[in-house]
């Protein structure tokens, strides 16, 4: 089993939350200010595109923290290892986040009683798809900012 410190998946984790719980934030301010705001699809890329820039700093932080304290990136296998856990992860933070949405848009009226059960059945279904979709996207993302990692490492 290769070696897998804790320390970095729950800093991961953290920074994780933390980046999701804003673009959540920004996201529905937007929406609520702007209604039309995603109608339009130069904005609606820009909000998705700036959403996974930020989601690539927690595994950007992931791979420097890591090139510091261990002085080479991980082997192949802990590198899915890594990948596993961090989607596993970022689903629970989006399942968390997900839930208080559709909690809050219980209780603020937005849903119906006997609609619950259809959102949390359809958010099922996507946090099963997104753990599948999540690790190769977390691979991609751990082998691409551990070269950035490298080449800043590198030049100083």
């Known amino acids: 089993m290769p070696d897998i410190s804790p320390g970095f998946i729950a800093r991961f984790t953290r920074i994780y939350a933390i980046v999701a719980v804003a673009i959540t934030l920004v996201f529905g301010v937007a929406m609520a200010a702007f209604p039309n705001l995603l109608a339009s699809p130069i904005l609606r890329g820009a909000l998705i595109?700036?959403?996974v820039g930020a989601i690539l700093w927690p595994v950007t932080d992931f791979a420097?923290?890591?090139?510091?304290?261990?002085?080479?990136?991980?082997?192949?296998r802990a590198s899915w290892v890594y990948a596993i856990r961090f989607a596993l992860r970022a689903l629970l933070v989006n399942l968390g986040i997900g839930v208080v949405a559709v909690g809050l848009s219980f209780a603020l009226g937005g849903v119906r009683g006997d609609e619950i059960g259809i959102a949390l059945g359809v958010m099922g279904i996507g946090v099963g798809v997104g753990f599948?979709?999540?690790?190769?996207?977390?691979r991609l993302f751990i082998w691409s900012a551990f070269k950035g990692a490298e080449k800043r490492a590198a030049r100083g």
Do not use: N, T
């Open 64 to 76: 420097q923290r890591y090139l510091q304290s261990e002085g080479r990136k991980p082997e192949g």
């Open 132 to 138: 599948v979709l999540l690790i190769p996207l977390f």
């Open 49 to 51: 595109g700036g959403s």
